[in-house]
């Protein structure tokens, strides 16, 4: 079994910043891409951001120079600093791994999800 717990999500006027993380745990063998995805109300989810093993990244055009992903193997666990945060940013937040498990299964494993509100 693998969990993916996300947190960090909160309130934010336009311009703002936050950081959201997301951690991973339970019976890995290793995470291989992780990322980060966001759904708005009445919308599809869509792609945000995400990194590979070797810690190259991709981006959204709509979030490239504002949102950084990064990880913590360590940790097991992803992050994503957002700066310049927009109204249209708002949504859920999902982070999302491929996770090989102990089973040496290779899975894509989700989060619940964590809030983001931007005001105006």
């Known amino acids: 079994q693998v969990q993916l717990v996300e947190s960090g999500g909160g309130l934010v006027q336009a311009g703002g910043s936050l950081r959201l993380s997301c951690a991973v745990s339970?019976?890995?063998?290793?995470?291989?891409?992780m990322g980060w995805y966001r759904q708005a109300p009445g919308k599809q989810r869509d792609f945000v951001a995400r990194i590979l093993s070797g810690d190259s990244t991709n981006y959204a055009d709509s979030v490239k120079g504002r949102f950084t992903i990064s990880r913590d193997n360590a940790k097991n666990t992803v992050y994503l600093q957002m700066n310049s945060l927009k109204p249209e940013d708002t949504g859920v937040y999902y982070c999302?791994?491929?996770?090989?498990?102990?089973?040496?299964?290779?899975?894509?494993?989700w989060g619940q999800g964590t809030q983001v509100t931007v005001s105006s």
């Open positions: 999302d791994a491929v996770v090989t498990t102990t089973a040496r299964v290779q899975t894509v494993y």
């Open positions: 339970g019976s890995i063998f290793s995470i291989n891409t």
